[in-house]
């Protein structure tokens, strides 16, 4: 019988899974990928293999969390044919100051996360649901929890902190950085592409639904745009991104807002819906012939723009700048108007290459190499469970070529 891992990543409204064949060398392969969302009053199941083909359709009549899992739970089971479980991988969006590395999950850790999730409210109670059911029903099953937090560890005090009086950092009021699995794969994914470049001050931009930017040095984060939330920095679909926080109050005073008005206006009514009244989706607003649309991807774009600038400044330089998630690895337009804006620095797109999909789109002669490289959130988590020592009774060997 061959292993597996298997990596969740619950969010608020869609569970995304993936599975991995566990090679006896150590070795990773994607094997399924695919995502359990609630449409309406019923769930839709799909599932992908290795190469994107669809296998799996499947509408489900199933209400609540804990039965929508136990069938989750369940269809995987069936799709593992002949394959063991050696670990289950979780994303958790937050793990605060206290937990900067991926950790096995244990009853006093998952109460600790209970705790943490004060912080993250919108995120972490969805993360850590699916991992208290696992281990309730099957406690066999080791299980794995990798923060997005966590990259960011290498922040300097002076980028962590906000301007507050000093005892709401002890409360834990400061910077964090979120998208950190993300940032992680692509660093090494750059330490493997270009050990050179990898070494030096690297910016990578991950525009998806939810955008950040972080700044690396030596493939370390040193900046980035999202701080206290990921609800900072960027302009994203639907949240604000960076905000006057004295434009919160004002509203709030003007129009008698609640917090949980205010943050359904800033987490799911803002951002390029928002602003453009059509869509939270950057395709359909780019194809959009309103003026509403084109203002909000200017006013996108901009924001990056002005962003990298604060970024480079930061890392004294700049030697690449890489796009990643949905925007970034699918949009040459987005892609062309955000490095049209940063000559200054050197920059020089190849038009060609961009608009092609190259792996490297800027010229030879260019100061800043620019890369797209698509990220794979989920085989960082599939990674760190195979890493942790936990696993070292199995018959998972030491590093191998690949690790
Ligand atoms: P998430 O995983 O955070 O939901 P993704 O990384 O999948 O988000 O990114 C979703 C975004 O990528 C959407 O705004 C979508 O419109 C955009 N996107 C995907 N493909 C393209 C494309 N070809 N051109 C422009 N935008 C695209």
């Given at each position: 019988m061959s292993d597996a891992i298997l990596t969740l990543n619950a969010g608020s409204s869609s569970i995304k899974l993936a599975i991995f064949d566990l090679a006896p060398d150590g070795r990773l392969s994607s094997w399924r990928r695919g995502d359990l969302r609630e449409t309406g009053d019923v769930q839709r199941f799909r599932l992908r293999d290795a190469d994107g083909a669809g296998i799996a359709d499947e509408t489900w009549n199933v209400t609540g969390f804990e039965a929508s899992l136990s069938r989750l739970t369940t269809r995987i089971g069936n799709e593992l044919a002949g394959r063991r479980l050696a670990g289950i991988g979780h994303r958790v969006v937050h793990g605060g100051a206290g937990h900067r590395m991926p950790e096995r999950v244990t009853p006093d850790l998952l109460d600790m996360l209970e705790e943490l999730a004060e912080l993250a409210p919108l995120h972490v109670p969805h993360n850590l649901a699916p991992i208290r059911a696992i281990a309730r029903d099957q406690p066999d099953i080791p299980q794995v929890v990798c923060f997005d937090?966590?990259?960011?560890?290498?922040?300097?005090p002076v980028a962590r902190?906000?301007?507050?009086?000093?005892s709401y950092e002890a409360r834990g009021i400061r910077r964090y950085g979120f998208h950190g699995l993300s940032y992680e794969y692509i660093a090494r994914q750059l330490a493997a592409l270009s050990p050179r470049i990898h070494a030096g001050r690297v910016i990578v931009a991950h525009l998806g639904s939810g955008a950040s930017m972080c700044a690396m040095r030596g493939g370390t984060s040193v900046d980035t745009t999202m701080g206290f939330t990921a609800l900072d920095g960027l302009v994203m679909g639907t949240r604000c991104g960076t905000l006057d926080p004295g434009a919160l109050l004002h509203v709030m005073r003007q129009d008698g807002l609640d917090v949980d008005a205010m943050e359904r206006l800033l987490y799911t009514r803002s951002g390029l819906l928002g602003m453009s009244g059509?869509?939270?989706d950057m395709q359909v607003l780019l194809e959009s012939r309103e003026t509403a649309a084109s203002e909000a991807i200017d006013v996108f774009v901009y924001r990056i723009v002005r962003e990298v600038g604060a970024l480079a400044s930061v890392l004294g330089g700049l030697d690449a700048l890489v796009f990643t998630a949905g925007i970034g690895e699918n949009s040459p337009e987005i892609r062309e108007r955000t490095c049209g804006q940063l000559g200054w620095l050197g920059l020089d797109l190849d038009a060609a290459a961009n608009r092609r999909g190259a792996a490297v789109i800027s010229t030879p002669e260019s100061r800043v190499e620019v890369r797209v490289i698509a990220t794979d959130e989920e085989a960082m988590i599939a990674e760190h469970v195979r890493d942790l020592p936990m696993l070292a009774g199995d018959p998972v060997q030491p590093a191998g070529p690949n690790r």
């Open positions: 937090t966590a990259f960011h560890r290498t922040m300097m902190r906000f301007a507050l009086p000093r059509i869509s939270n």
